[in-house]
């Protein structure tokens, strides 16, 4: 699992006019929602440290260092300028030992189908699963075995192989991919 460290930035006060005053300056405002109802931490964050951790098709972790303390956190929300498409304001969890948090993880399909060998077309449906794990067992993605799907069979979320610790949330009868059969095949 890789983690991104950022490096937070104490804020003079909060509202609207202070996360101006941040944008202006060229930095991007942030809150860390602690677990169990522990509060926030309101900070400001330089774009560079956080940019491997939002444009990124992977689940990273990150490690926010804030008045010399480490808080070990996922990014839960991202807001971007509507026109310009820049960061504006980014929303962190804490992550405590032994508590469940929910996160959406990629999905990669491993393998090679029959049904693909035998003229058939992939169709992934879903690029991203939501689960439910705790700090200690979490995964950056999620594989699911393509390696038996034949011409017009569907794999669904029930059918992922999962490690010990982690539950998708997503309904399990959602189709995650299927293999279409062309067209010269049907007449046949």
Avoid: W
């Amino acid at each position: 699992m890789e983690i991104i460290a950022i490096q937070g930035q104490p804020k003079a006060s909060s509202g609207k006019q202070e996360a101006r005053k941040i944008r202006r300056s060229g930095m991007v405002p942030a809150v860390l929602y602690k677990s169990g109802g522990g509060g926030t931490l309101s900070f400001s964050v330089n774009p560079q440290e956080f940019r491997h951790l939002v444009y990124s098709p992977k689940f990273k972790l990150a490690e926010i260092t804030f008045e010399g303390q480490k808080h070990s956190c996922i990014l839960k929300d991202i807001q971007f300028h509507p026109v310009t498409d820049a960061v504006v304001h980014l929303d962190f969890l804490e992550l405590v030992p032994g508590v469940s948090f929910k996160a959406s993880v990629p999905l990669r399909f491993d393998g090679t189908a029959p049904g693909v060998k035998a003229g058939g077309k992939f169709l992934p449906k879903l690029r991203k699963v939501n689960i439910l794990t705790t700090p200690e067992k979490v995964v950056d993605e999620v594989v699911a075995d393509i390696s038996q799907m034949d011409l017009g069979q569907t794999i669904r979320v029930r059918d992922i192989q999962l490690p010990d610790g982690v539950v998708i949330t997503n309904s399990s009868a959602v189709p995650i991919a299927s293999i279409e059969i062309p067209r010269a095949l049907k007449g046949k």
